[in-house]
């Protein structure tokens, strides 16, 4: 049966949800599944914003049938080419022929090079950044988005009544339970750090093309965000704009110490647990520690991503860095992490070399503050040690503390 929500009374929600994928992108644990969403909108003419992923094929085809309700529909209007949006391209095509398919130049180069779909050039809309596209009472006008998150990406803006369908930009990780807008939820408390790990990961890198989407739609009055996952927002949209905004921009959104340590022998996590306790005692109450070998990666990212100050404690391994712990650093310079406080931490029983590697990775990202302490462990932290530690953990404090001041 059809699952289907009323945005307005002229707009749909046809999406669906996954709670089977394992990994979104094949990489991304989604432990609280995934929604594709995508939209109709009913007016003198019908358009379909987006389709979606094979996963919820037939749940969405019975969702656009039922919101359409045998009229005809006019155009497919292709925002993201990416294939748990554009899977259903083709059969959508097929099932109603009098659609035209509207998009962008690079749409329809991407769209021929993972399908052949006859007769596409006849049914194709071309349109670029400011054109309009007239349903009736409803006008969509098209704003280029490069890289948020592919370059074809665009996003339609309906004027009527004020509604932003956003692409991939302001979605999340995550199933929709029934409760598909954000006034229906309890955003910070569920969804928040899903958010902030689709954001850090998928789009991280592309933060300027994030910021140049950003302000050109700042001189839209939008009422309603319409994304491709997760939830529509039709409430708190500068709270929303505020998070993007700390994250296009690699600023921290809040003070904060994550401590992220490999360890093979518990010593390094020994070493993390401590450090974190010394800076409780100094009054940071902001604290999260993470074993990044049993930590996902893009958790430790997003992480990241959040807090102000990070730590990272690892051992040496094959005359370098411990391989989780390098993982997530290249992980951060490939995202274009920013302006973050780092502390180090390392640990070698025979020759210690992982903080000499850290340093080297840190200092090719950009303002990335190493601090001056940092500490060396010979295989275990000995009591001879706590004053350097503690002296590490003072200089964390400090500026945190003078952060949140
Ligand atoms: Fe949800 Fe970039 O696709």
């Not at 665009?154 to 199933?175: H, I, N, P, Q, R």
């Not at 800076?279 to 990212?301: F, M, P, R």
């Not at 350097?388 to 400090?398: M, P, Q, R, S």
Request: aromatic share 8%; proline share 4%; glycine share 6%.
């Amino acid at each position: 049966m059809f699952c289907t929500r009323k945005i307005t009374e002229t707009i749909h929600w046809v999406g669906g949800n996954d709670r089977r994928l394992a990994l979104f992108e094949n990489l991304f644990p989604v432990p609280n599944g995934v929604s594709y969403n995508s939209y109709v909108i009913l007016d003198e003419k019908t358009a379909l914003m987006d389709t979606a992923d094979p996963s919820i094929r037939t749940q969405f085809l019975e969702n656009v049938a039922h919101v359409l309700d045998g009229r005809p529909l006019d155009y497919l209007v292709v925002n993201h080419m990416e294939p748990d949006h554009c899977s259903g391209i083709a059969e959508i095509m097929t099932l109603y022929p009098q659609a035209k398919v509207v998009g962008n130049a690079k749409t329809f180069q991407i769209l021929n090079q993972f399908y052949s779909i006859p007769q596409l050039a006849e049914r194709s809309v071309l349109v670029k950044e400011g054109d309009t596209l007239s349903l009736g009472s409803h006008t969509l006008t098209f704003a280029m988005a490069p890289m948020v998150h592919w370059p074809e990406v665009m996003a339609a803006y309906e004027s009527s009544e004020k509604v932003l369908f956003s692409a991939d930009a302001f979605g999340t990780f995550g199933a929709l339970n029934g409760t598909i807008f954000n006034d229906e939820i309890d955003f910070d408390r569920d969804w928040l750090n899903d958010a902030r790990r689709y954001y850090a990961n998928i789009v991280g890198k592309f933060g300027p093309q994030v910021q140049a989407v950003i302000k050109k739609l700042s001189a839209l009055d939008i009422q309603i965000i319409c994304p491709l996952h997760g939830p529509v927002w039709r409430s708190q949209i500068p709270y929303l704009l505020d998070k993007y905004q700390h994250w296009s921009t690699y600023t921290p959104e809040e003070p904060g110490v994550v401590i992220l340590y490999g360890s093979m022998y518990g010593n390094t996590e020994n070493a993390a647990n401590v450090l974190a306790a010394m800076l409780a005692e100094k009054g940071v109450k902001n604290i999260a520690v993470y074993d990044v070998s049993s930590t996902h990666v893009s958790q430790s990212i997003a992480e990241s991503f959040r807090a102000s100050h990070i730590v990272l404690a690892a051992p040496t391994y094959n005359g370098g860095l411990y391989p989780a712990m390098e993982h997530v650093l290249l992980d951060m310079k490939a995202l274009n992490l920013q302006n973050r406080t780092i502390a180090l931490l390392d640990n070698g029983s025979w020759a210690s070399t992982a903080a000499k590697h850290m340093r080297s990775i840190l200092e090719s990202m950009k303002n990335m503050t190493i601090l001056k302490t940092s500490v060396s462990l010979k295989s275990a932290l000995k009591d001879e040690q706590e004053d350097v530690l503690k002296a590490l953990a003072g200089e964390i404090a400090d500026g945190v503390l003078n952060t949140q001041r």
